[in-house]
């Protein structure tokens, strides 16, 4: 879903950037999202159907400027598959306020929801911080 509000969030700011998502565990490798994230986003105008899940690689550390991931131990683990510690700070916690984004996949829709409005709340964050250091 972070996927699809920041791509939703560049357009509305005009900026022209690549912006992709990756699991650190391949279990869902070229699966679409999980239906209740589809379901969530759909309800505020964002199509994600169109996603498919991949796992991260160490070629993203040198394609992307910037890596957020949504939680604590989703940090640990990318910090340990960068490739070496240059490529560490592009790493970041996607909240602004760097706390976790909650998972809500043993959740229920209301989950899936709040989900969206905390991505959709520290998007606007990413894209100052892109407009800035472009």
Do not use: C
């Not at 950037?17 to 999980?34: C, L, M, N, Q, R």
């Not at 994600?48 to 400027?65: P, V, Y």
């Amino acid at each position: 879903m972070a996927q699809g509000v920041l791509q939703q969030a560049a357009a509305e700011v005009g900026l022209d950037i690549i912006v992709d998502s990756a699991g650190t565990a391949g279990y869902h490798v070229g699966e679409k999202p999980d239906h209740r994230s589809i379901a969530a986003a759909n309800k505020f105008g964002l199509d994600l159907s169109k996603q498919r899940a991949r796992k991260i690689t160490t070629s993203d550390f040198e394609k992307f400027d910037l890596i957020l991931v949504m939680d604590a131990q989703n940090l640990k683990d990318v910090l340990q598959i960068a490739p070496s510690s240059k490529y560490q700070a592009k790493i970041k916690l996607y909240r602004s306020d760097l706390k976790d984004v909650d998972d809500p996949y043993y959740g229920v829709e209301k989950d899936f929801i709040n989900m969206y409005n905390v991505l959709m709340e520290h998007a606007p964050f990413w894209m100052n911080h892109i407009q800035l250091n472009s």
